[in-house]
């Protein structure tokens, strides 16, 4: 079996389904996506649904993330998100990756984008 959607308790489910779309590539699955309820797919067969909660809350650690193939990918995620108005920290190499997070528009939750380092010798463990 493959994972097929995840499901995102979000407080403002339009933000975050205009900022995903924008900025992923999402589509809307359905024609009838709401204030209430937001159905995204990835084109290949992953889905992101959206549905609108109470001030969601979510451990510290959770994310949901971006593969990018080389870091200029990652780099070039983190001009067009900041050039966007986004404060973001610049990208940094940890855990075997180029990576950078930050909070979802609308969403209450992180993305990541990241690649493998490229460098893997020189880390950022912090």
Known sequence: MRLDHVNLTVRDVLEASAFLKKHFG???AFDDNNPDISVLADGHGMHINLMRGPKPTYPKTFHIGFDAQTEAEVNAAYARLTSDGLAIKPPVRAWGSW???FPCPGGDFLI????AAENANNQNWS
Not at 112 to 115: F, K, Q, S, W
Request: net charge negative; aromatic share 20%; hydrophobic share 40%.
């Open 26 to 28: 999402y589509v809307d």
């Open 99 to 101: 990576t950078f997070h």
């Open 112 to 115: 990541e984008v990241a690649c």
